[in-house]
């Protein structure tokens, strides 16, 4: 990324940029960087194609083309598929593009070992931009609050981004929300996360399980209603469910064997929030509490996706059960 950035400042540009990977908001924010760098408000040396069925004689001709009136002319193509199949013919014209030509590709899955991939790399810059790291992120946000004059603790951002999580897109919306309700503060703290951020799904998940593992059944009930009201289907509850007792279950037993917070999100292959979680939660569960819970999840499960239970009345049933203090 630091090769993109320095080009976009230095307005020294190569003759093709290919920018892949998982996170969607930086690819689209360097995206956007590059066309406003390259190309400007000129919409007329600026040639947007997506897709996969792009017509490459076309693109080929308008890459021929001398800009109009300015310095390059971009050719923007996006999810276009060439980096998997097909690009064998553009790949050849890599090699031949006019000093005046910028192609731009924009794609979430290539094939490195593709005609498209290796030309792109031999003549010009790629980069792949995939999940960036809990620390990576927080050090991007805390610079948005002090961009726009605001200050969070280390232990209130860690809080933030384990309610809302890591996607990059939903972070920007809940911090842009944050620093709205509290323009009149210079520090943005727990209180304030909880005001008006929405907490993600396997955040309110993680809540139930807390009130199943202390035998709260109104608590866990209540956290089930509410999800029901903002109409959260069952069944996708009791999948997270499921899910979260076995990264309960995995937490509990790479715990057991010594592992750091850092090992056992690598092995469970979760963000080392959840991992934290999972692994604070498996000390008020037993193995067989864990194994019985997840055995009865998928039971449930299977009765529902058979007709022989009702979702509700089925994952309602599992909570009560398992909420319950014992006598």
């Not at 956007?32 to 000129?42: C, M, P, S, V």
């Not at 703290?189 to 909880?194: A, C, E, S, Y």
């Amino acid at each position: 990324m630091k090769t993109l950035a320095q080009d976009i400042k230095s307005g020294n540009f190569k003759n093709a940029y290919l920018i892949c990977g998982e996170e969607e908001y930086l690819k689209l924010n360097y995206k956007n960087q590059l066309i406003k760098a390259i190309a400007g408000e000129d919409t007329m040396n600026l040639a947007l194609y997506e897709g996969k069925n792009i017509d490459i004689n076309e693109v080929i001709d308008n890459a021929e083309t001398f800009p109009f009136f300015a310095k390059y002319r971009l050719i923007v193509l996006e999810q276009s598929g060439l980096f998997k199949t097909g690009g064998e013919q553009l790949a050849e014209y890599m090699d031949k593009i006019p000093e005046t030509t910028i192609f731009l590709f924009v794609e979430q899955d290539v094939d490195k070992r593709s005609k498209m991939y290796k030309a792109v790399k031999k003549n010009g810059y790629i980069c792949e931009i995939n999940r960036q790291s809990e620390k990576d992120i927080e050090v991007w946000a805390a610079k948005i609050f002090d961009y726009n004059g605001k200050k969070i603790t280390k232990a209130d951002m860690a809080y933030f981004i384990a309610n809302v999580g890591t996607d990059m897109d939903i972070l920007s919306q809940e911090i842009e929300k944050l620093i709205s309700y509290a323009y009149d503060k210079n520090v943005i703290n727990k209180n304030d996360i909880d005001a008006v951020c929405i907490k993600q799904l396997n955040v309110r998940i993680f809540d139930m399980i807390d009130a199943i593992s202390v035998k709260n059944q109104q608590k866990t009930l209540d956290c089930y209603y509410e999800l029901i009201a903002e109409k959260e289907p069952p069944m996708r509850i009791l999948f997270m469910i499921s899910r979260q007792f076995n990264l309960i279950l995995q937490a509990k037993d790479l715990s057991a064997r010594g592992m750091s917070k850092e090992q056992i999100a690598g092995a469970m292959g979760v963000q080392g929030f959840i991992a934290s979680k999972s692994i604070s939660q498996s000390r008020n569960f037993t193995v067989s509490e864990l194994k019985a819970g997840l055995a009865e999840s998928i039971s449930t499960e299977e009765l529902i996706k058979s007709g022989r239970l009702d979702e509700n009345i089925g994952v309602e049933m599992l909570l009560v059960k398992y909420s319950r203090k014992s006598r």
